[in-house]
């Protein structure tokens, strides 16, 4: 799995370790495309609570770019309209 070194600083600030990524690249059940050939990757919180994995897994998303085959960034998909647009409610 490929970082760019963005995504290393960001996840290492976030306190997001390389095994935690992996889960949502794993089990992620949401994605969509952003543009700038990148796309949104996610585990939905309904998804996240039968997985079981860790409490915060359903709250964070990562940002990968079919270009590079890279995870640019990774980054906390907050409640409420600021989060929304990182969001697809089932």
């Known amino acids: 799995m490929g ?3 963005h995504s290393k600083r960001r996840a290492a600030q976030r306190g997001v370790t390389d095994r935690f ?7 992620a059940d949401i994605e969509r495309p952003i543009g700038d050939n990148c796309r949104l990757m996610r585990v939905s919180r309904r998804r996240s609570r039968r997985l079981n994995i860790d409490d915060r ?3 964070y998303a990562l940002i990968w770019s079919d270009d590079t085959a890279r995870i640019v960034t990774v980054m ?3 409640d409420g309209a600021n989060g929304r647009r990182y969001r697809k409610l089932h």
């Open 76 to 78: 906390p998909v907050h």
């Open 3 to 5: 970082h760019s070194e």
């Open 21 to 27: 990524v992996q889960a949502i690249l794993v089990h």
């Open 57 to 59: 897994l359903g709250r």
